[in-house]
């Protein structure tokens, strides 16, 4: 319904006019819950500006929002991953490059000050109208207000003026750090760099961005928030910058380590981060009106490549998994106001520090001994140390998280636990053990959640009383970084346990999918095929820098090698057998594997692995593991083979956990993969790069390599069906 807002007939934004002549528009996307630019508010906008360039009453604009903790998110990404052509999206965007530059033309044509108040997420498209502005002044709400282009993560790049306007306010290395990272920053430290005027409590944000708008209209080159921002920028380390970006062998040197910078990020993979760095690279060199154009081109061809398509897709699907209760029925989630963890060491504490810095929930913690007890409560504080070095938060409030966990060396204190979280050793026997004792000092209604990583649940339930509350969370080290949390479930469990378990990980700051459960589940299930081709690729002579670097150029974080060695090669023999006993000759590794862990290799833990390691630092390749297996590297196989060896069988895998029901849907396994252990997320997970590249080219492929090397490359049949009948998964 349409609301009349003086004298403007708007959808999604609240107009009104101050005897003073202070105009406000705040922002109100219709029907959503958070502000996203699309055609339907720039609409609303561009009436706004109209209103306030010819009504001669208006003498300043404030731009703030109706929603009550967000401003502008950035452009509405359904509308963006609809597009296909990209003359259609040059039109489009060519509109609100011109929108914009009516809103900045207010200020520097008409004399009109132009105020943005921002408070939450001001990202995108919703920064891009802010740097139109004359003056930003934001909420000094630390969580929920930042300010950011993050485009490049979506595939593209800032498309209404930012890769312009930004370096042009903050500094080309400042602009060219959030361009080309896509990361935000909080409130004081938009302030501190200049990217805002000035920051205040939200409850006085409107107060304030009228009055400032009064003071500029009155005085408009004196406000002294500007002056401040502008006296920041006096320091030695300000003005060494500006002379640097001021001369031209300078830029060249700033434009040239910033590439260096990106490719060593991307690899090459992303095309959107150099893109961003031509548009902004014209626009210095060639003007601003270069410039623009220059990111109106390269947004249009961004926008439908695949790449972009992908990463939309992952972002797309992360947002329903927010939504997602893991369950079909409508069970509820049982209220879990206090954790026990059994366990310690690094994934115990990990799991142990985003329960109170992330869930806020008492937690006890319990270990063999005192210094097992200590260890964990260490390795708290040092997460929680962390979050106040990088003013993540107060000291005060670190204290106050840190006082939430405790520690026991017995079962004290779990009476009253409503969910524990076990994080012992890989063993079935002990986990079944501390089952049990966790069952007898517990409620009936506590549950049980084990953090393996390959044993059934449904074997370690076989020790359980209560076997509809024992369930799997599997998390992924370290804790409080990796962003998955994989729930287990099996026949028996209840569904309000899955649903408590849940909704609890996303309390805990993860993305959560849900799988049935089998060994290895999905995520260590799929690594072992991969895992076990590099023994295979070592076996006939190709070097383990050649197999890590052609995996890395591919797009994962790490090398398969590397990765070895940073899990443990004792923990991926475990594993290894755990998975042959499933699986039979499809899982077996190559017969030297054994050899590693004979000559006692571990990797980084002990300083004996396929890397060599000084004071825990990794150095190069040690070559003396090639005698342990009793091969030479000498073999010269071609990147790509390398590649298509390794990616194929984790790919099948995937394909096979779908169709025996470990999965739910192509979704989780996209998601799963990519959160869980690096899968190239602008490859947009499994399923999407079977669709991409096509379930036919894959198939016959891997009929290629099972002729060629066996059984273990024998496509699941999920595969051939898509490839008869053109089935595709997610895309």
Known sequence: MSKKNSGLELDHIHFSVADDGVATALLDRAGETMNTLGPDLAGDLVKVIERCETDGAIKA????????????????????????????????????????????????ELGKPVIAAIHGACLGGGMELALATSMRIASNDEKRTQLGQPEVQLGVIPGGGGTQRLPRLIGIAAGLDLILTGRSVRPRRALKMGLVDEICPKEVLLDVASKRARQAIDSPDGDEARMTRVRSWLSPAALQQLALEENPIGRRVLFSKAEEKMLEATKGNYPAPPAALRCVKIGVEDGPEAGYAAELAEFGELVVSPEAKALMSVFFASQALKKDRGIDSKAKARKVSKVGVLGGGHMGGGVAAVNTTRAKTPTRVNEVDDAGVGRGLAYVRRVLDGQVKRRRMKPADADRAM?????????????????????????????????????????????????????????????????????????????????????????????????????????????????????????????????????????????????????????????????????????????????????????????????????????????????????????????????????????????????????????????????????????????????????????????????QVGAGTIVAKLDEYAEQFGARFEPAQLLRDAASDGRRFRI
């Open 61 to 108: 604009l404030v731009v703030g929002s109706a929603k009550p903790e967000n401003y502008l998110a950035g452009a509405d990404i359904r509308f963006l991953q609809g597009l296909t052509d990209p003359g259609e999206a040059v039109e489009m965007l060519g509109e609100v490059h011109a929108a914009f530059a009516r809103l900045e033309a207010l200020t520097t």
């Open 403 to 691: 006082s939430l966990v405790t520690g026991t060396t017995d079962y004290g204190g779990f009476g009253d636990v409503d969910l524990v979280i076990e994080a012992v050793f890989e063993d079935l026997e002990l986990k079944q053990a501390v089952l049990e004792k966790t069952e007898a000092a517990t409620g009936d209604n506590a549950i049980f959640a084990s953090n393996t990583s390959s044993i059934p649940i449904s074997q370690i339930a076989q020790a359980a009383a209560r076997p509809k509350n024992v369930v799997g969370m599997h998390y992924f080290s370290p804790v409080e970084k990796m962003p998955l949390l994989e729930v287990i479930v099996t026949d028996q469990t209840y569904d309000a346990v899955t649903a408590t378990v849940v909704e609890f990980g996303k309390r805990q700051g993860k993305t959560v999918i849900v799988v049935n459960d089998g060994t290895g589940f999905y995520t260590t299930r799929v690594l072992g095929p991969y895992m076990n081709e590099v023994g295979y690729l070592l076996a006939e002579g190709v070097p383990i820098e050649d197999i890590d670097s052609a995996m890395v150029a591919w797009g994962f974080p790490v090398g398969p090698v590397l990765l070895t060695d940073e899990v443990g090669i004792d923990v991926g023999a475990k594993i290894v057998k755990i998975m042959t006993a499933e699986f039979g000759d499809r899982m077996s590794p190559e017969a030297g594997f054994s050899a590693l862990v004979d000559d006692d290799r571990k990797g980084r833990k002990n300083g004996r692995g396929f890397y060599q390691y000084e004071n825990g630092k990794r150095q190069g390749v040690d070559t003396t593991v090639y005698d342990t297996l009793g091969v030479k590297p000498t073999t010269e196989m071609p990147r790509e083979e390398i590649q298509q060896r390794l990616a194929l069988p984790l790919i099948n895998e995937a394909a096979r956990c779908l169709e025996e029901g470990i999965l739910r849907s192509a979704r989780d396994g996209d998601i799963g993969a990519i959160y869980g252990f690096g899968f190239p997320p602008f490859r947009g997970g499994p399923f999407w790069y079977i669709d």
